[in-house]
């Protein structure tokens, strides 16, 4: 049980690393959280710094998700327990710390592109289908929330598919965080008054 409070916290801890924060504040010298749509994730960096900063945003927050999982992979190997149980705790706790990060005053980003992250380290092949269905959504709708919600539910059915029933639990809770994150999101789009996504900016 110790093993499991353990990786926990430090998926939780290691979810409070804020890329587009960092970036924002010590390139920038400003606030993501006072930019644009005030979310400190790759969108709102990509759309208020640019391409390489919104770029470099995804890959942090995309590979503490990974690292994350990692880590609880070799914890549990170490204390011989079970070790999906601690991967997908791992995944869920880092998306948790992404969203709600205590060193930022819980104004976190809204976990796409670190429950990408976490569940690259635990199913490699789903999440290469899942980021592609995400790529062929936003270029056919040029709504990166749509793709970001419908994505991570693809998430659930592939874990179905492959009879991951404790899978389909957390991806279940994947899909019901970032329906909770984008719900200002879903409001717009139903209004027609979400924000699409410009492909022609450098």
Known sequence: MLVYILIVILSYLLGNISSSYIISKYVFDSDIRTKGSKNPGTTNALRV????????????DYFKGTIAVLIAYFMAGYFRVDIDLCRYLAALSVVLGHCWPVFLKFRGGKGVATTYGAMLAISPLSTLFAMLFFVILVSITRYVSVGSIFG????AILMYIRADLLGVWFCILFFVLV???????IKRLIRGEENKLN???K
């Open 49 to 60: 710094f640019g391409f390489k900063a919104g770029l470099l945003t995804f890959f942090g």
């Open 152 to 155: 991570v539910l693809l998430f």
């Open 179 to 185: 329906i909770y994150r984008h719900r200002e999101n």
């Open 199 to 201: 492909f022609s900016r």
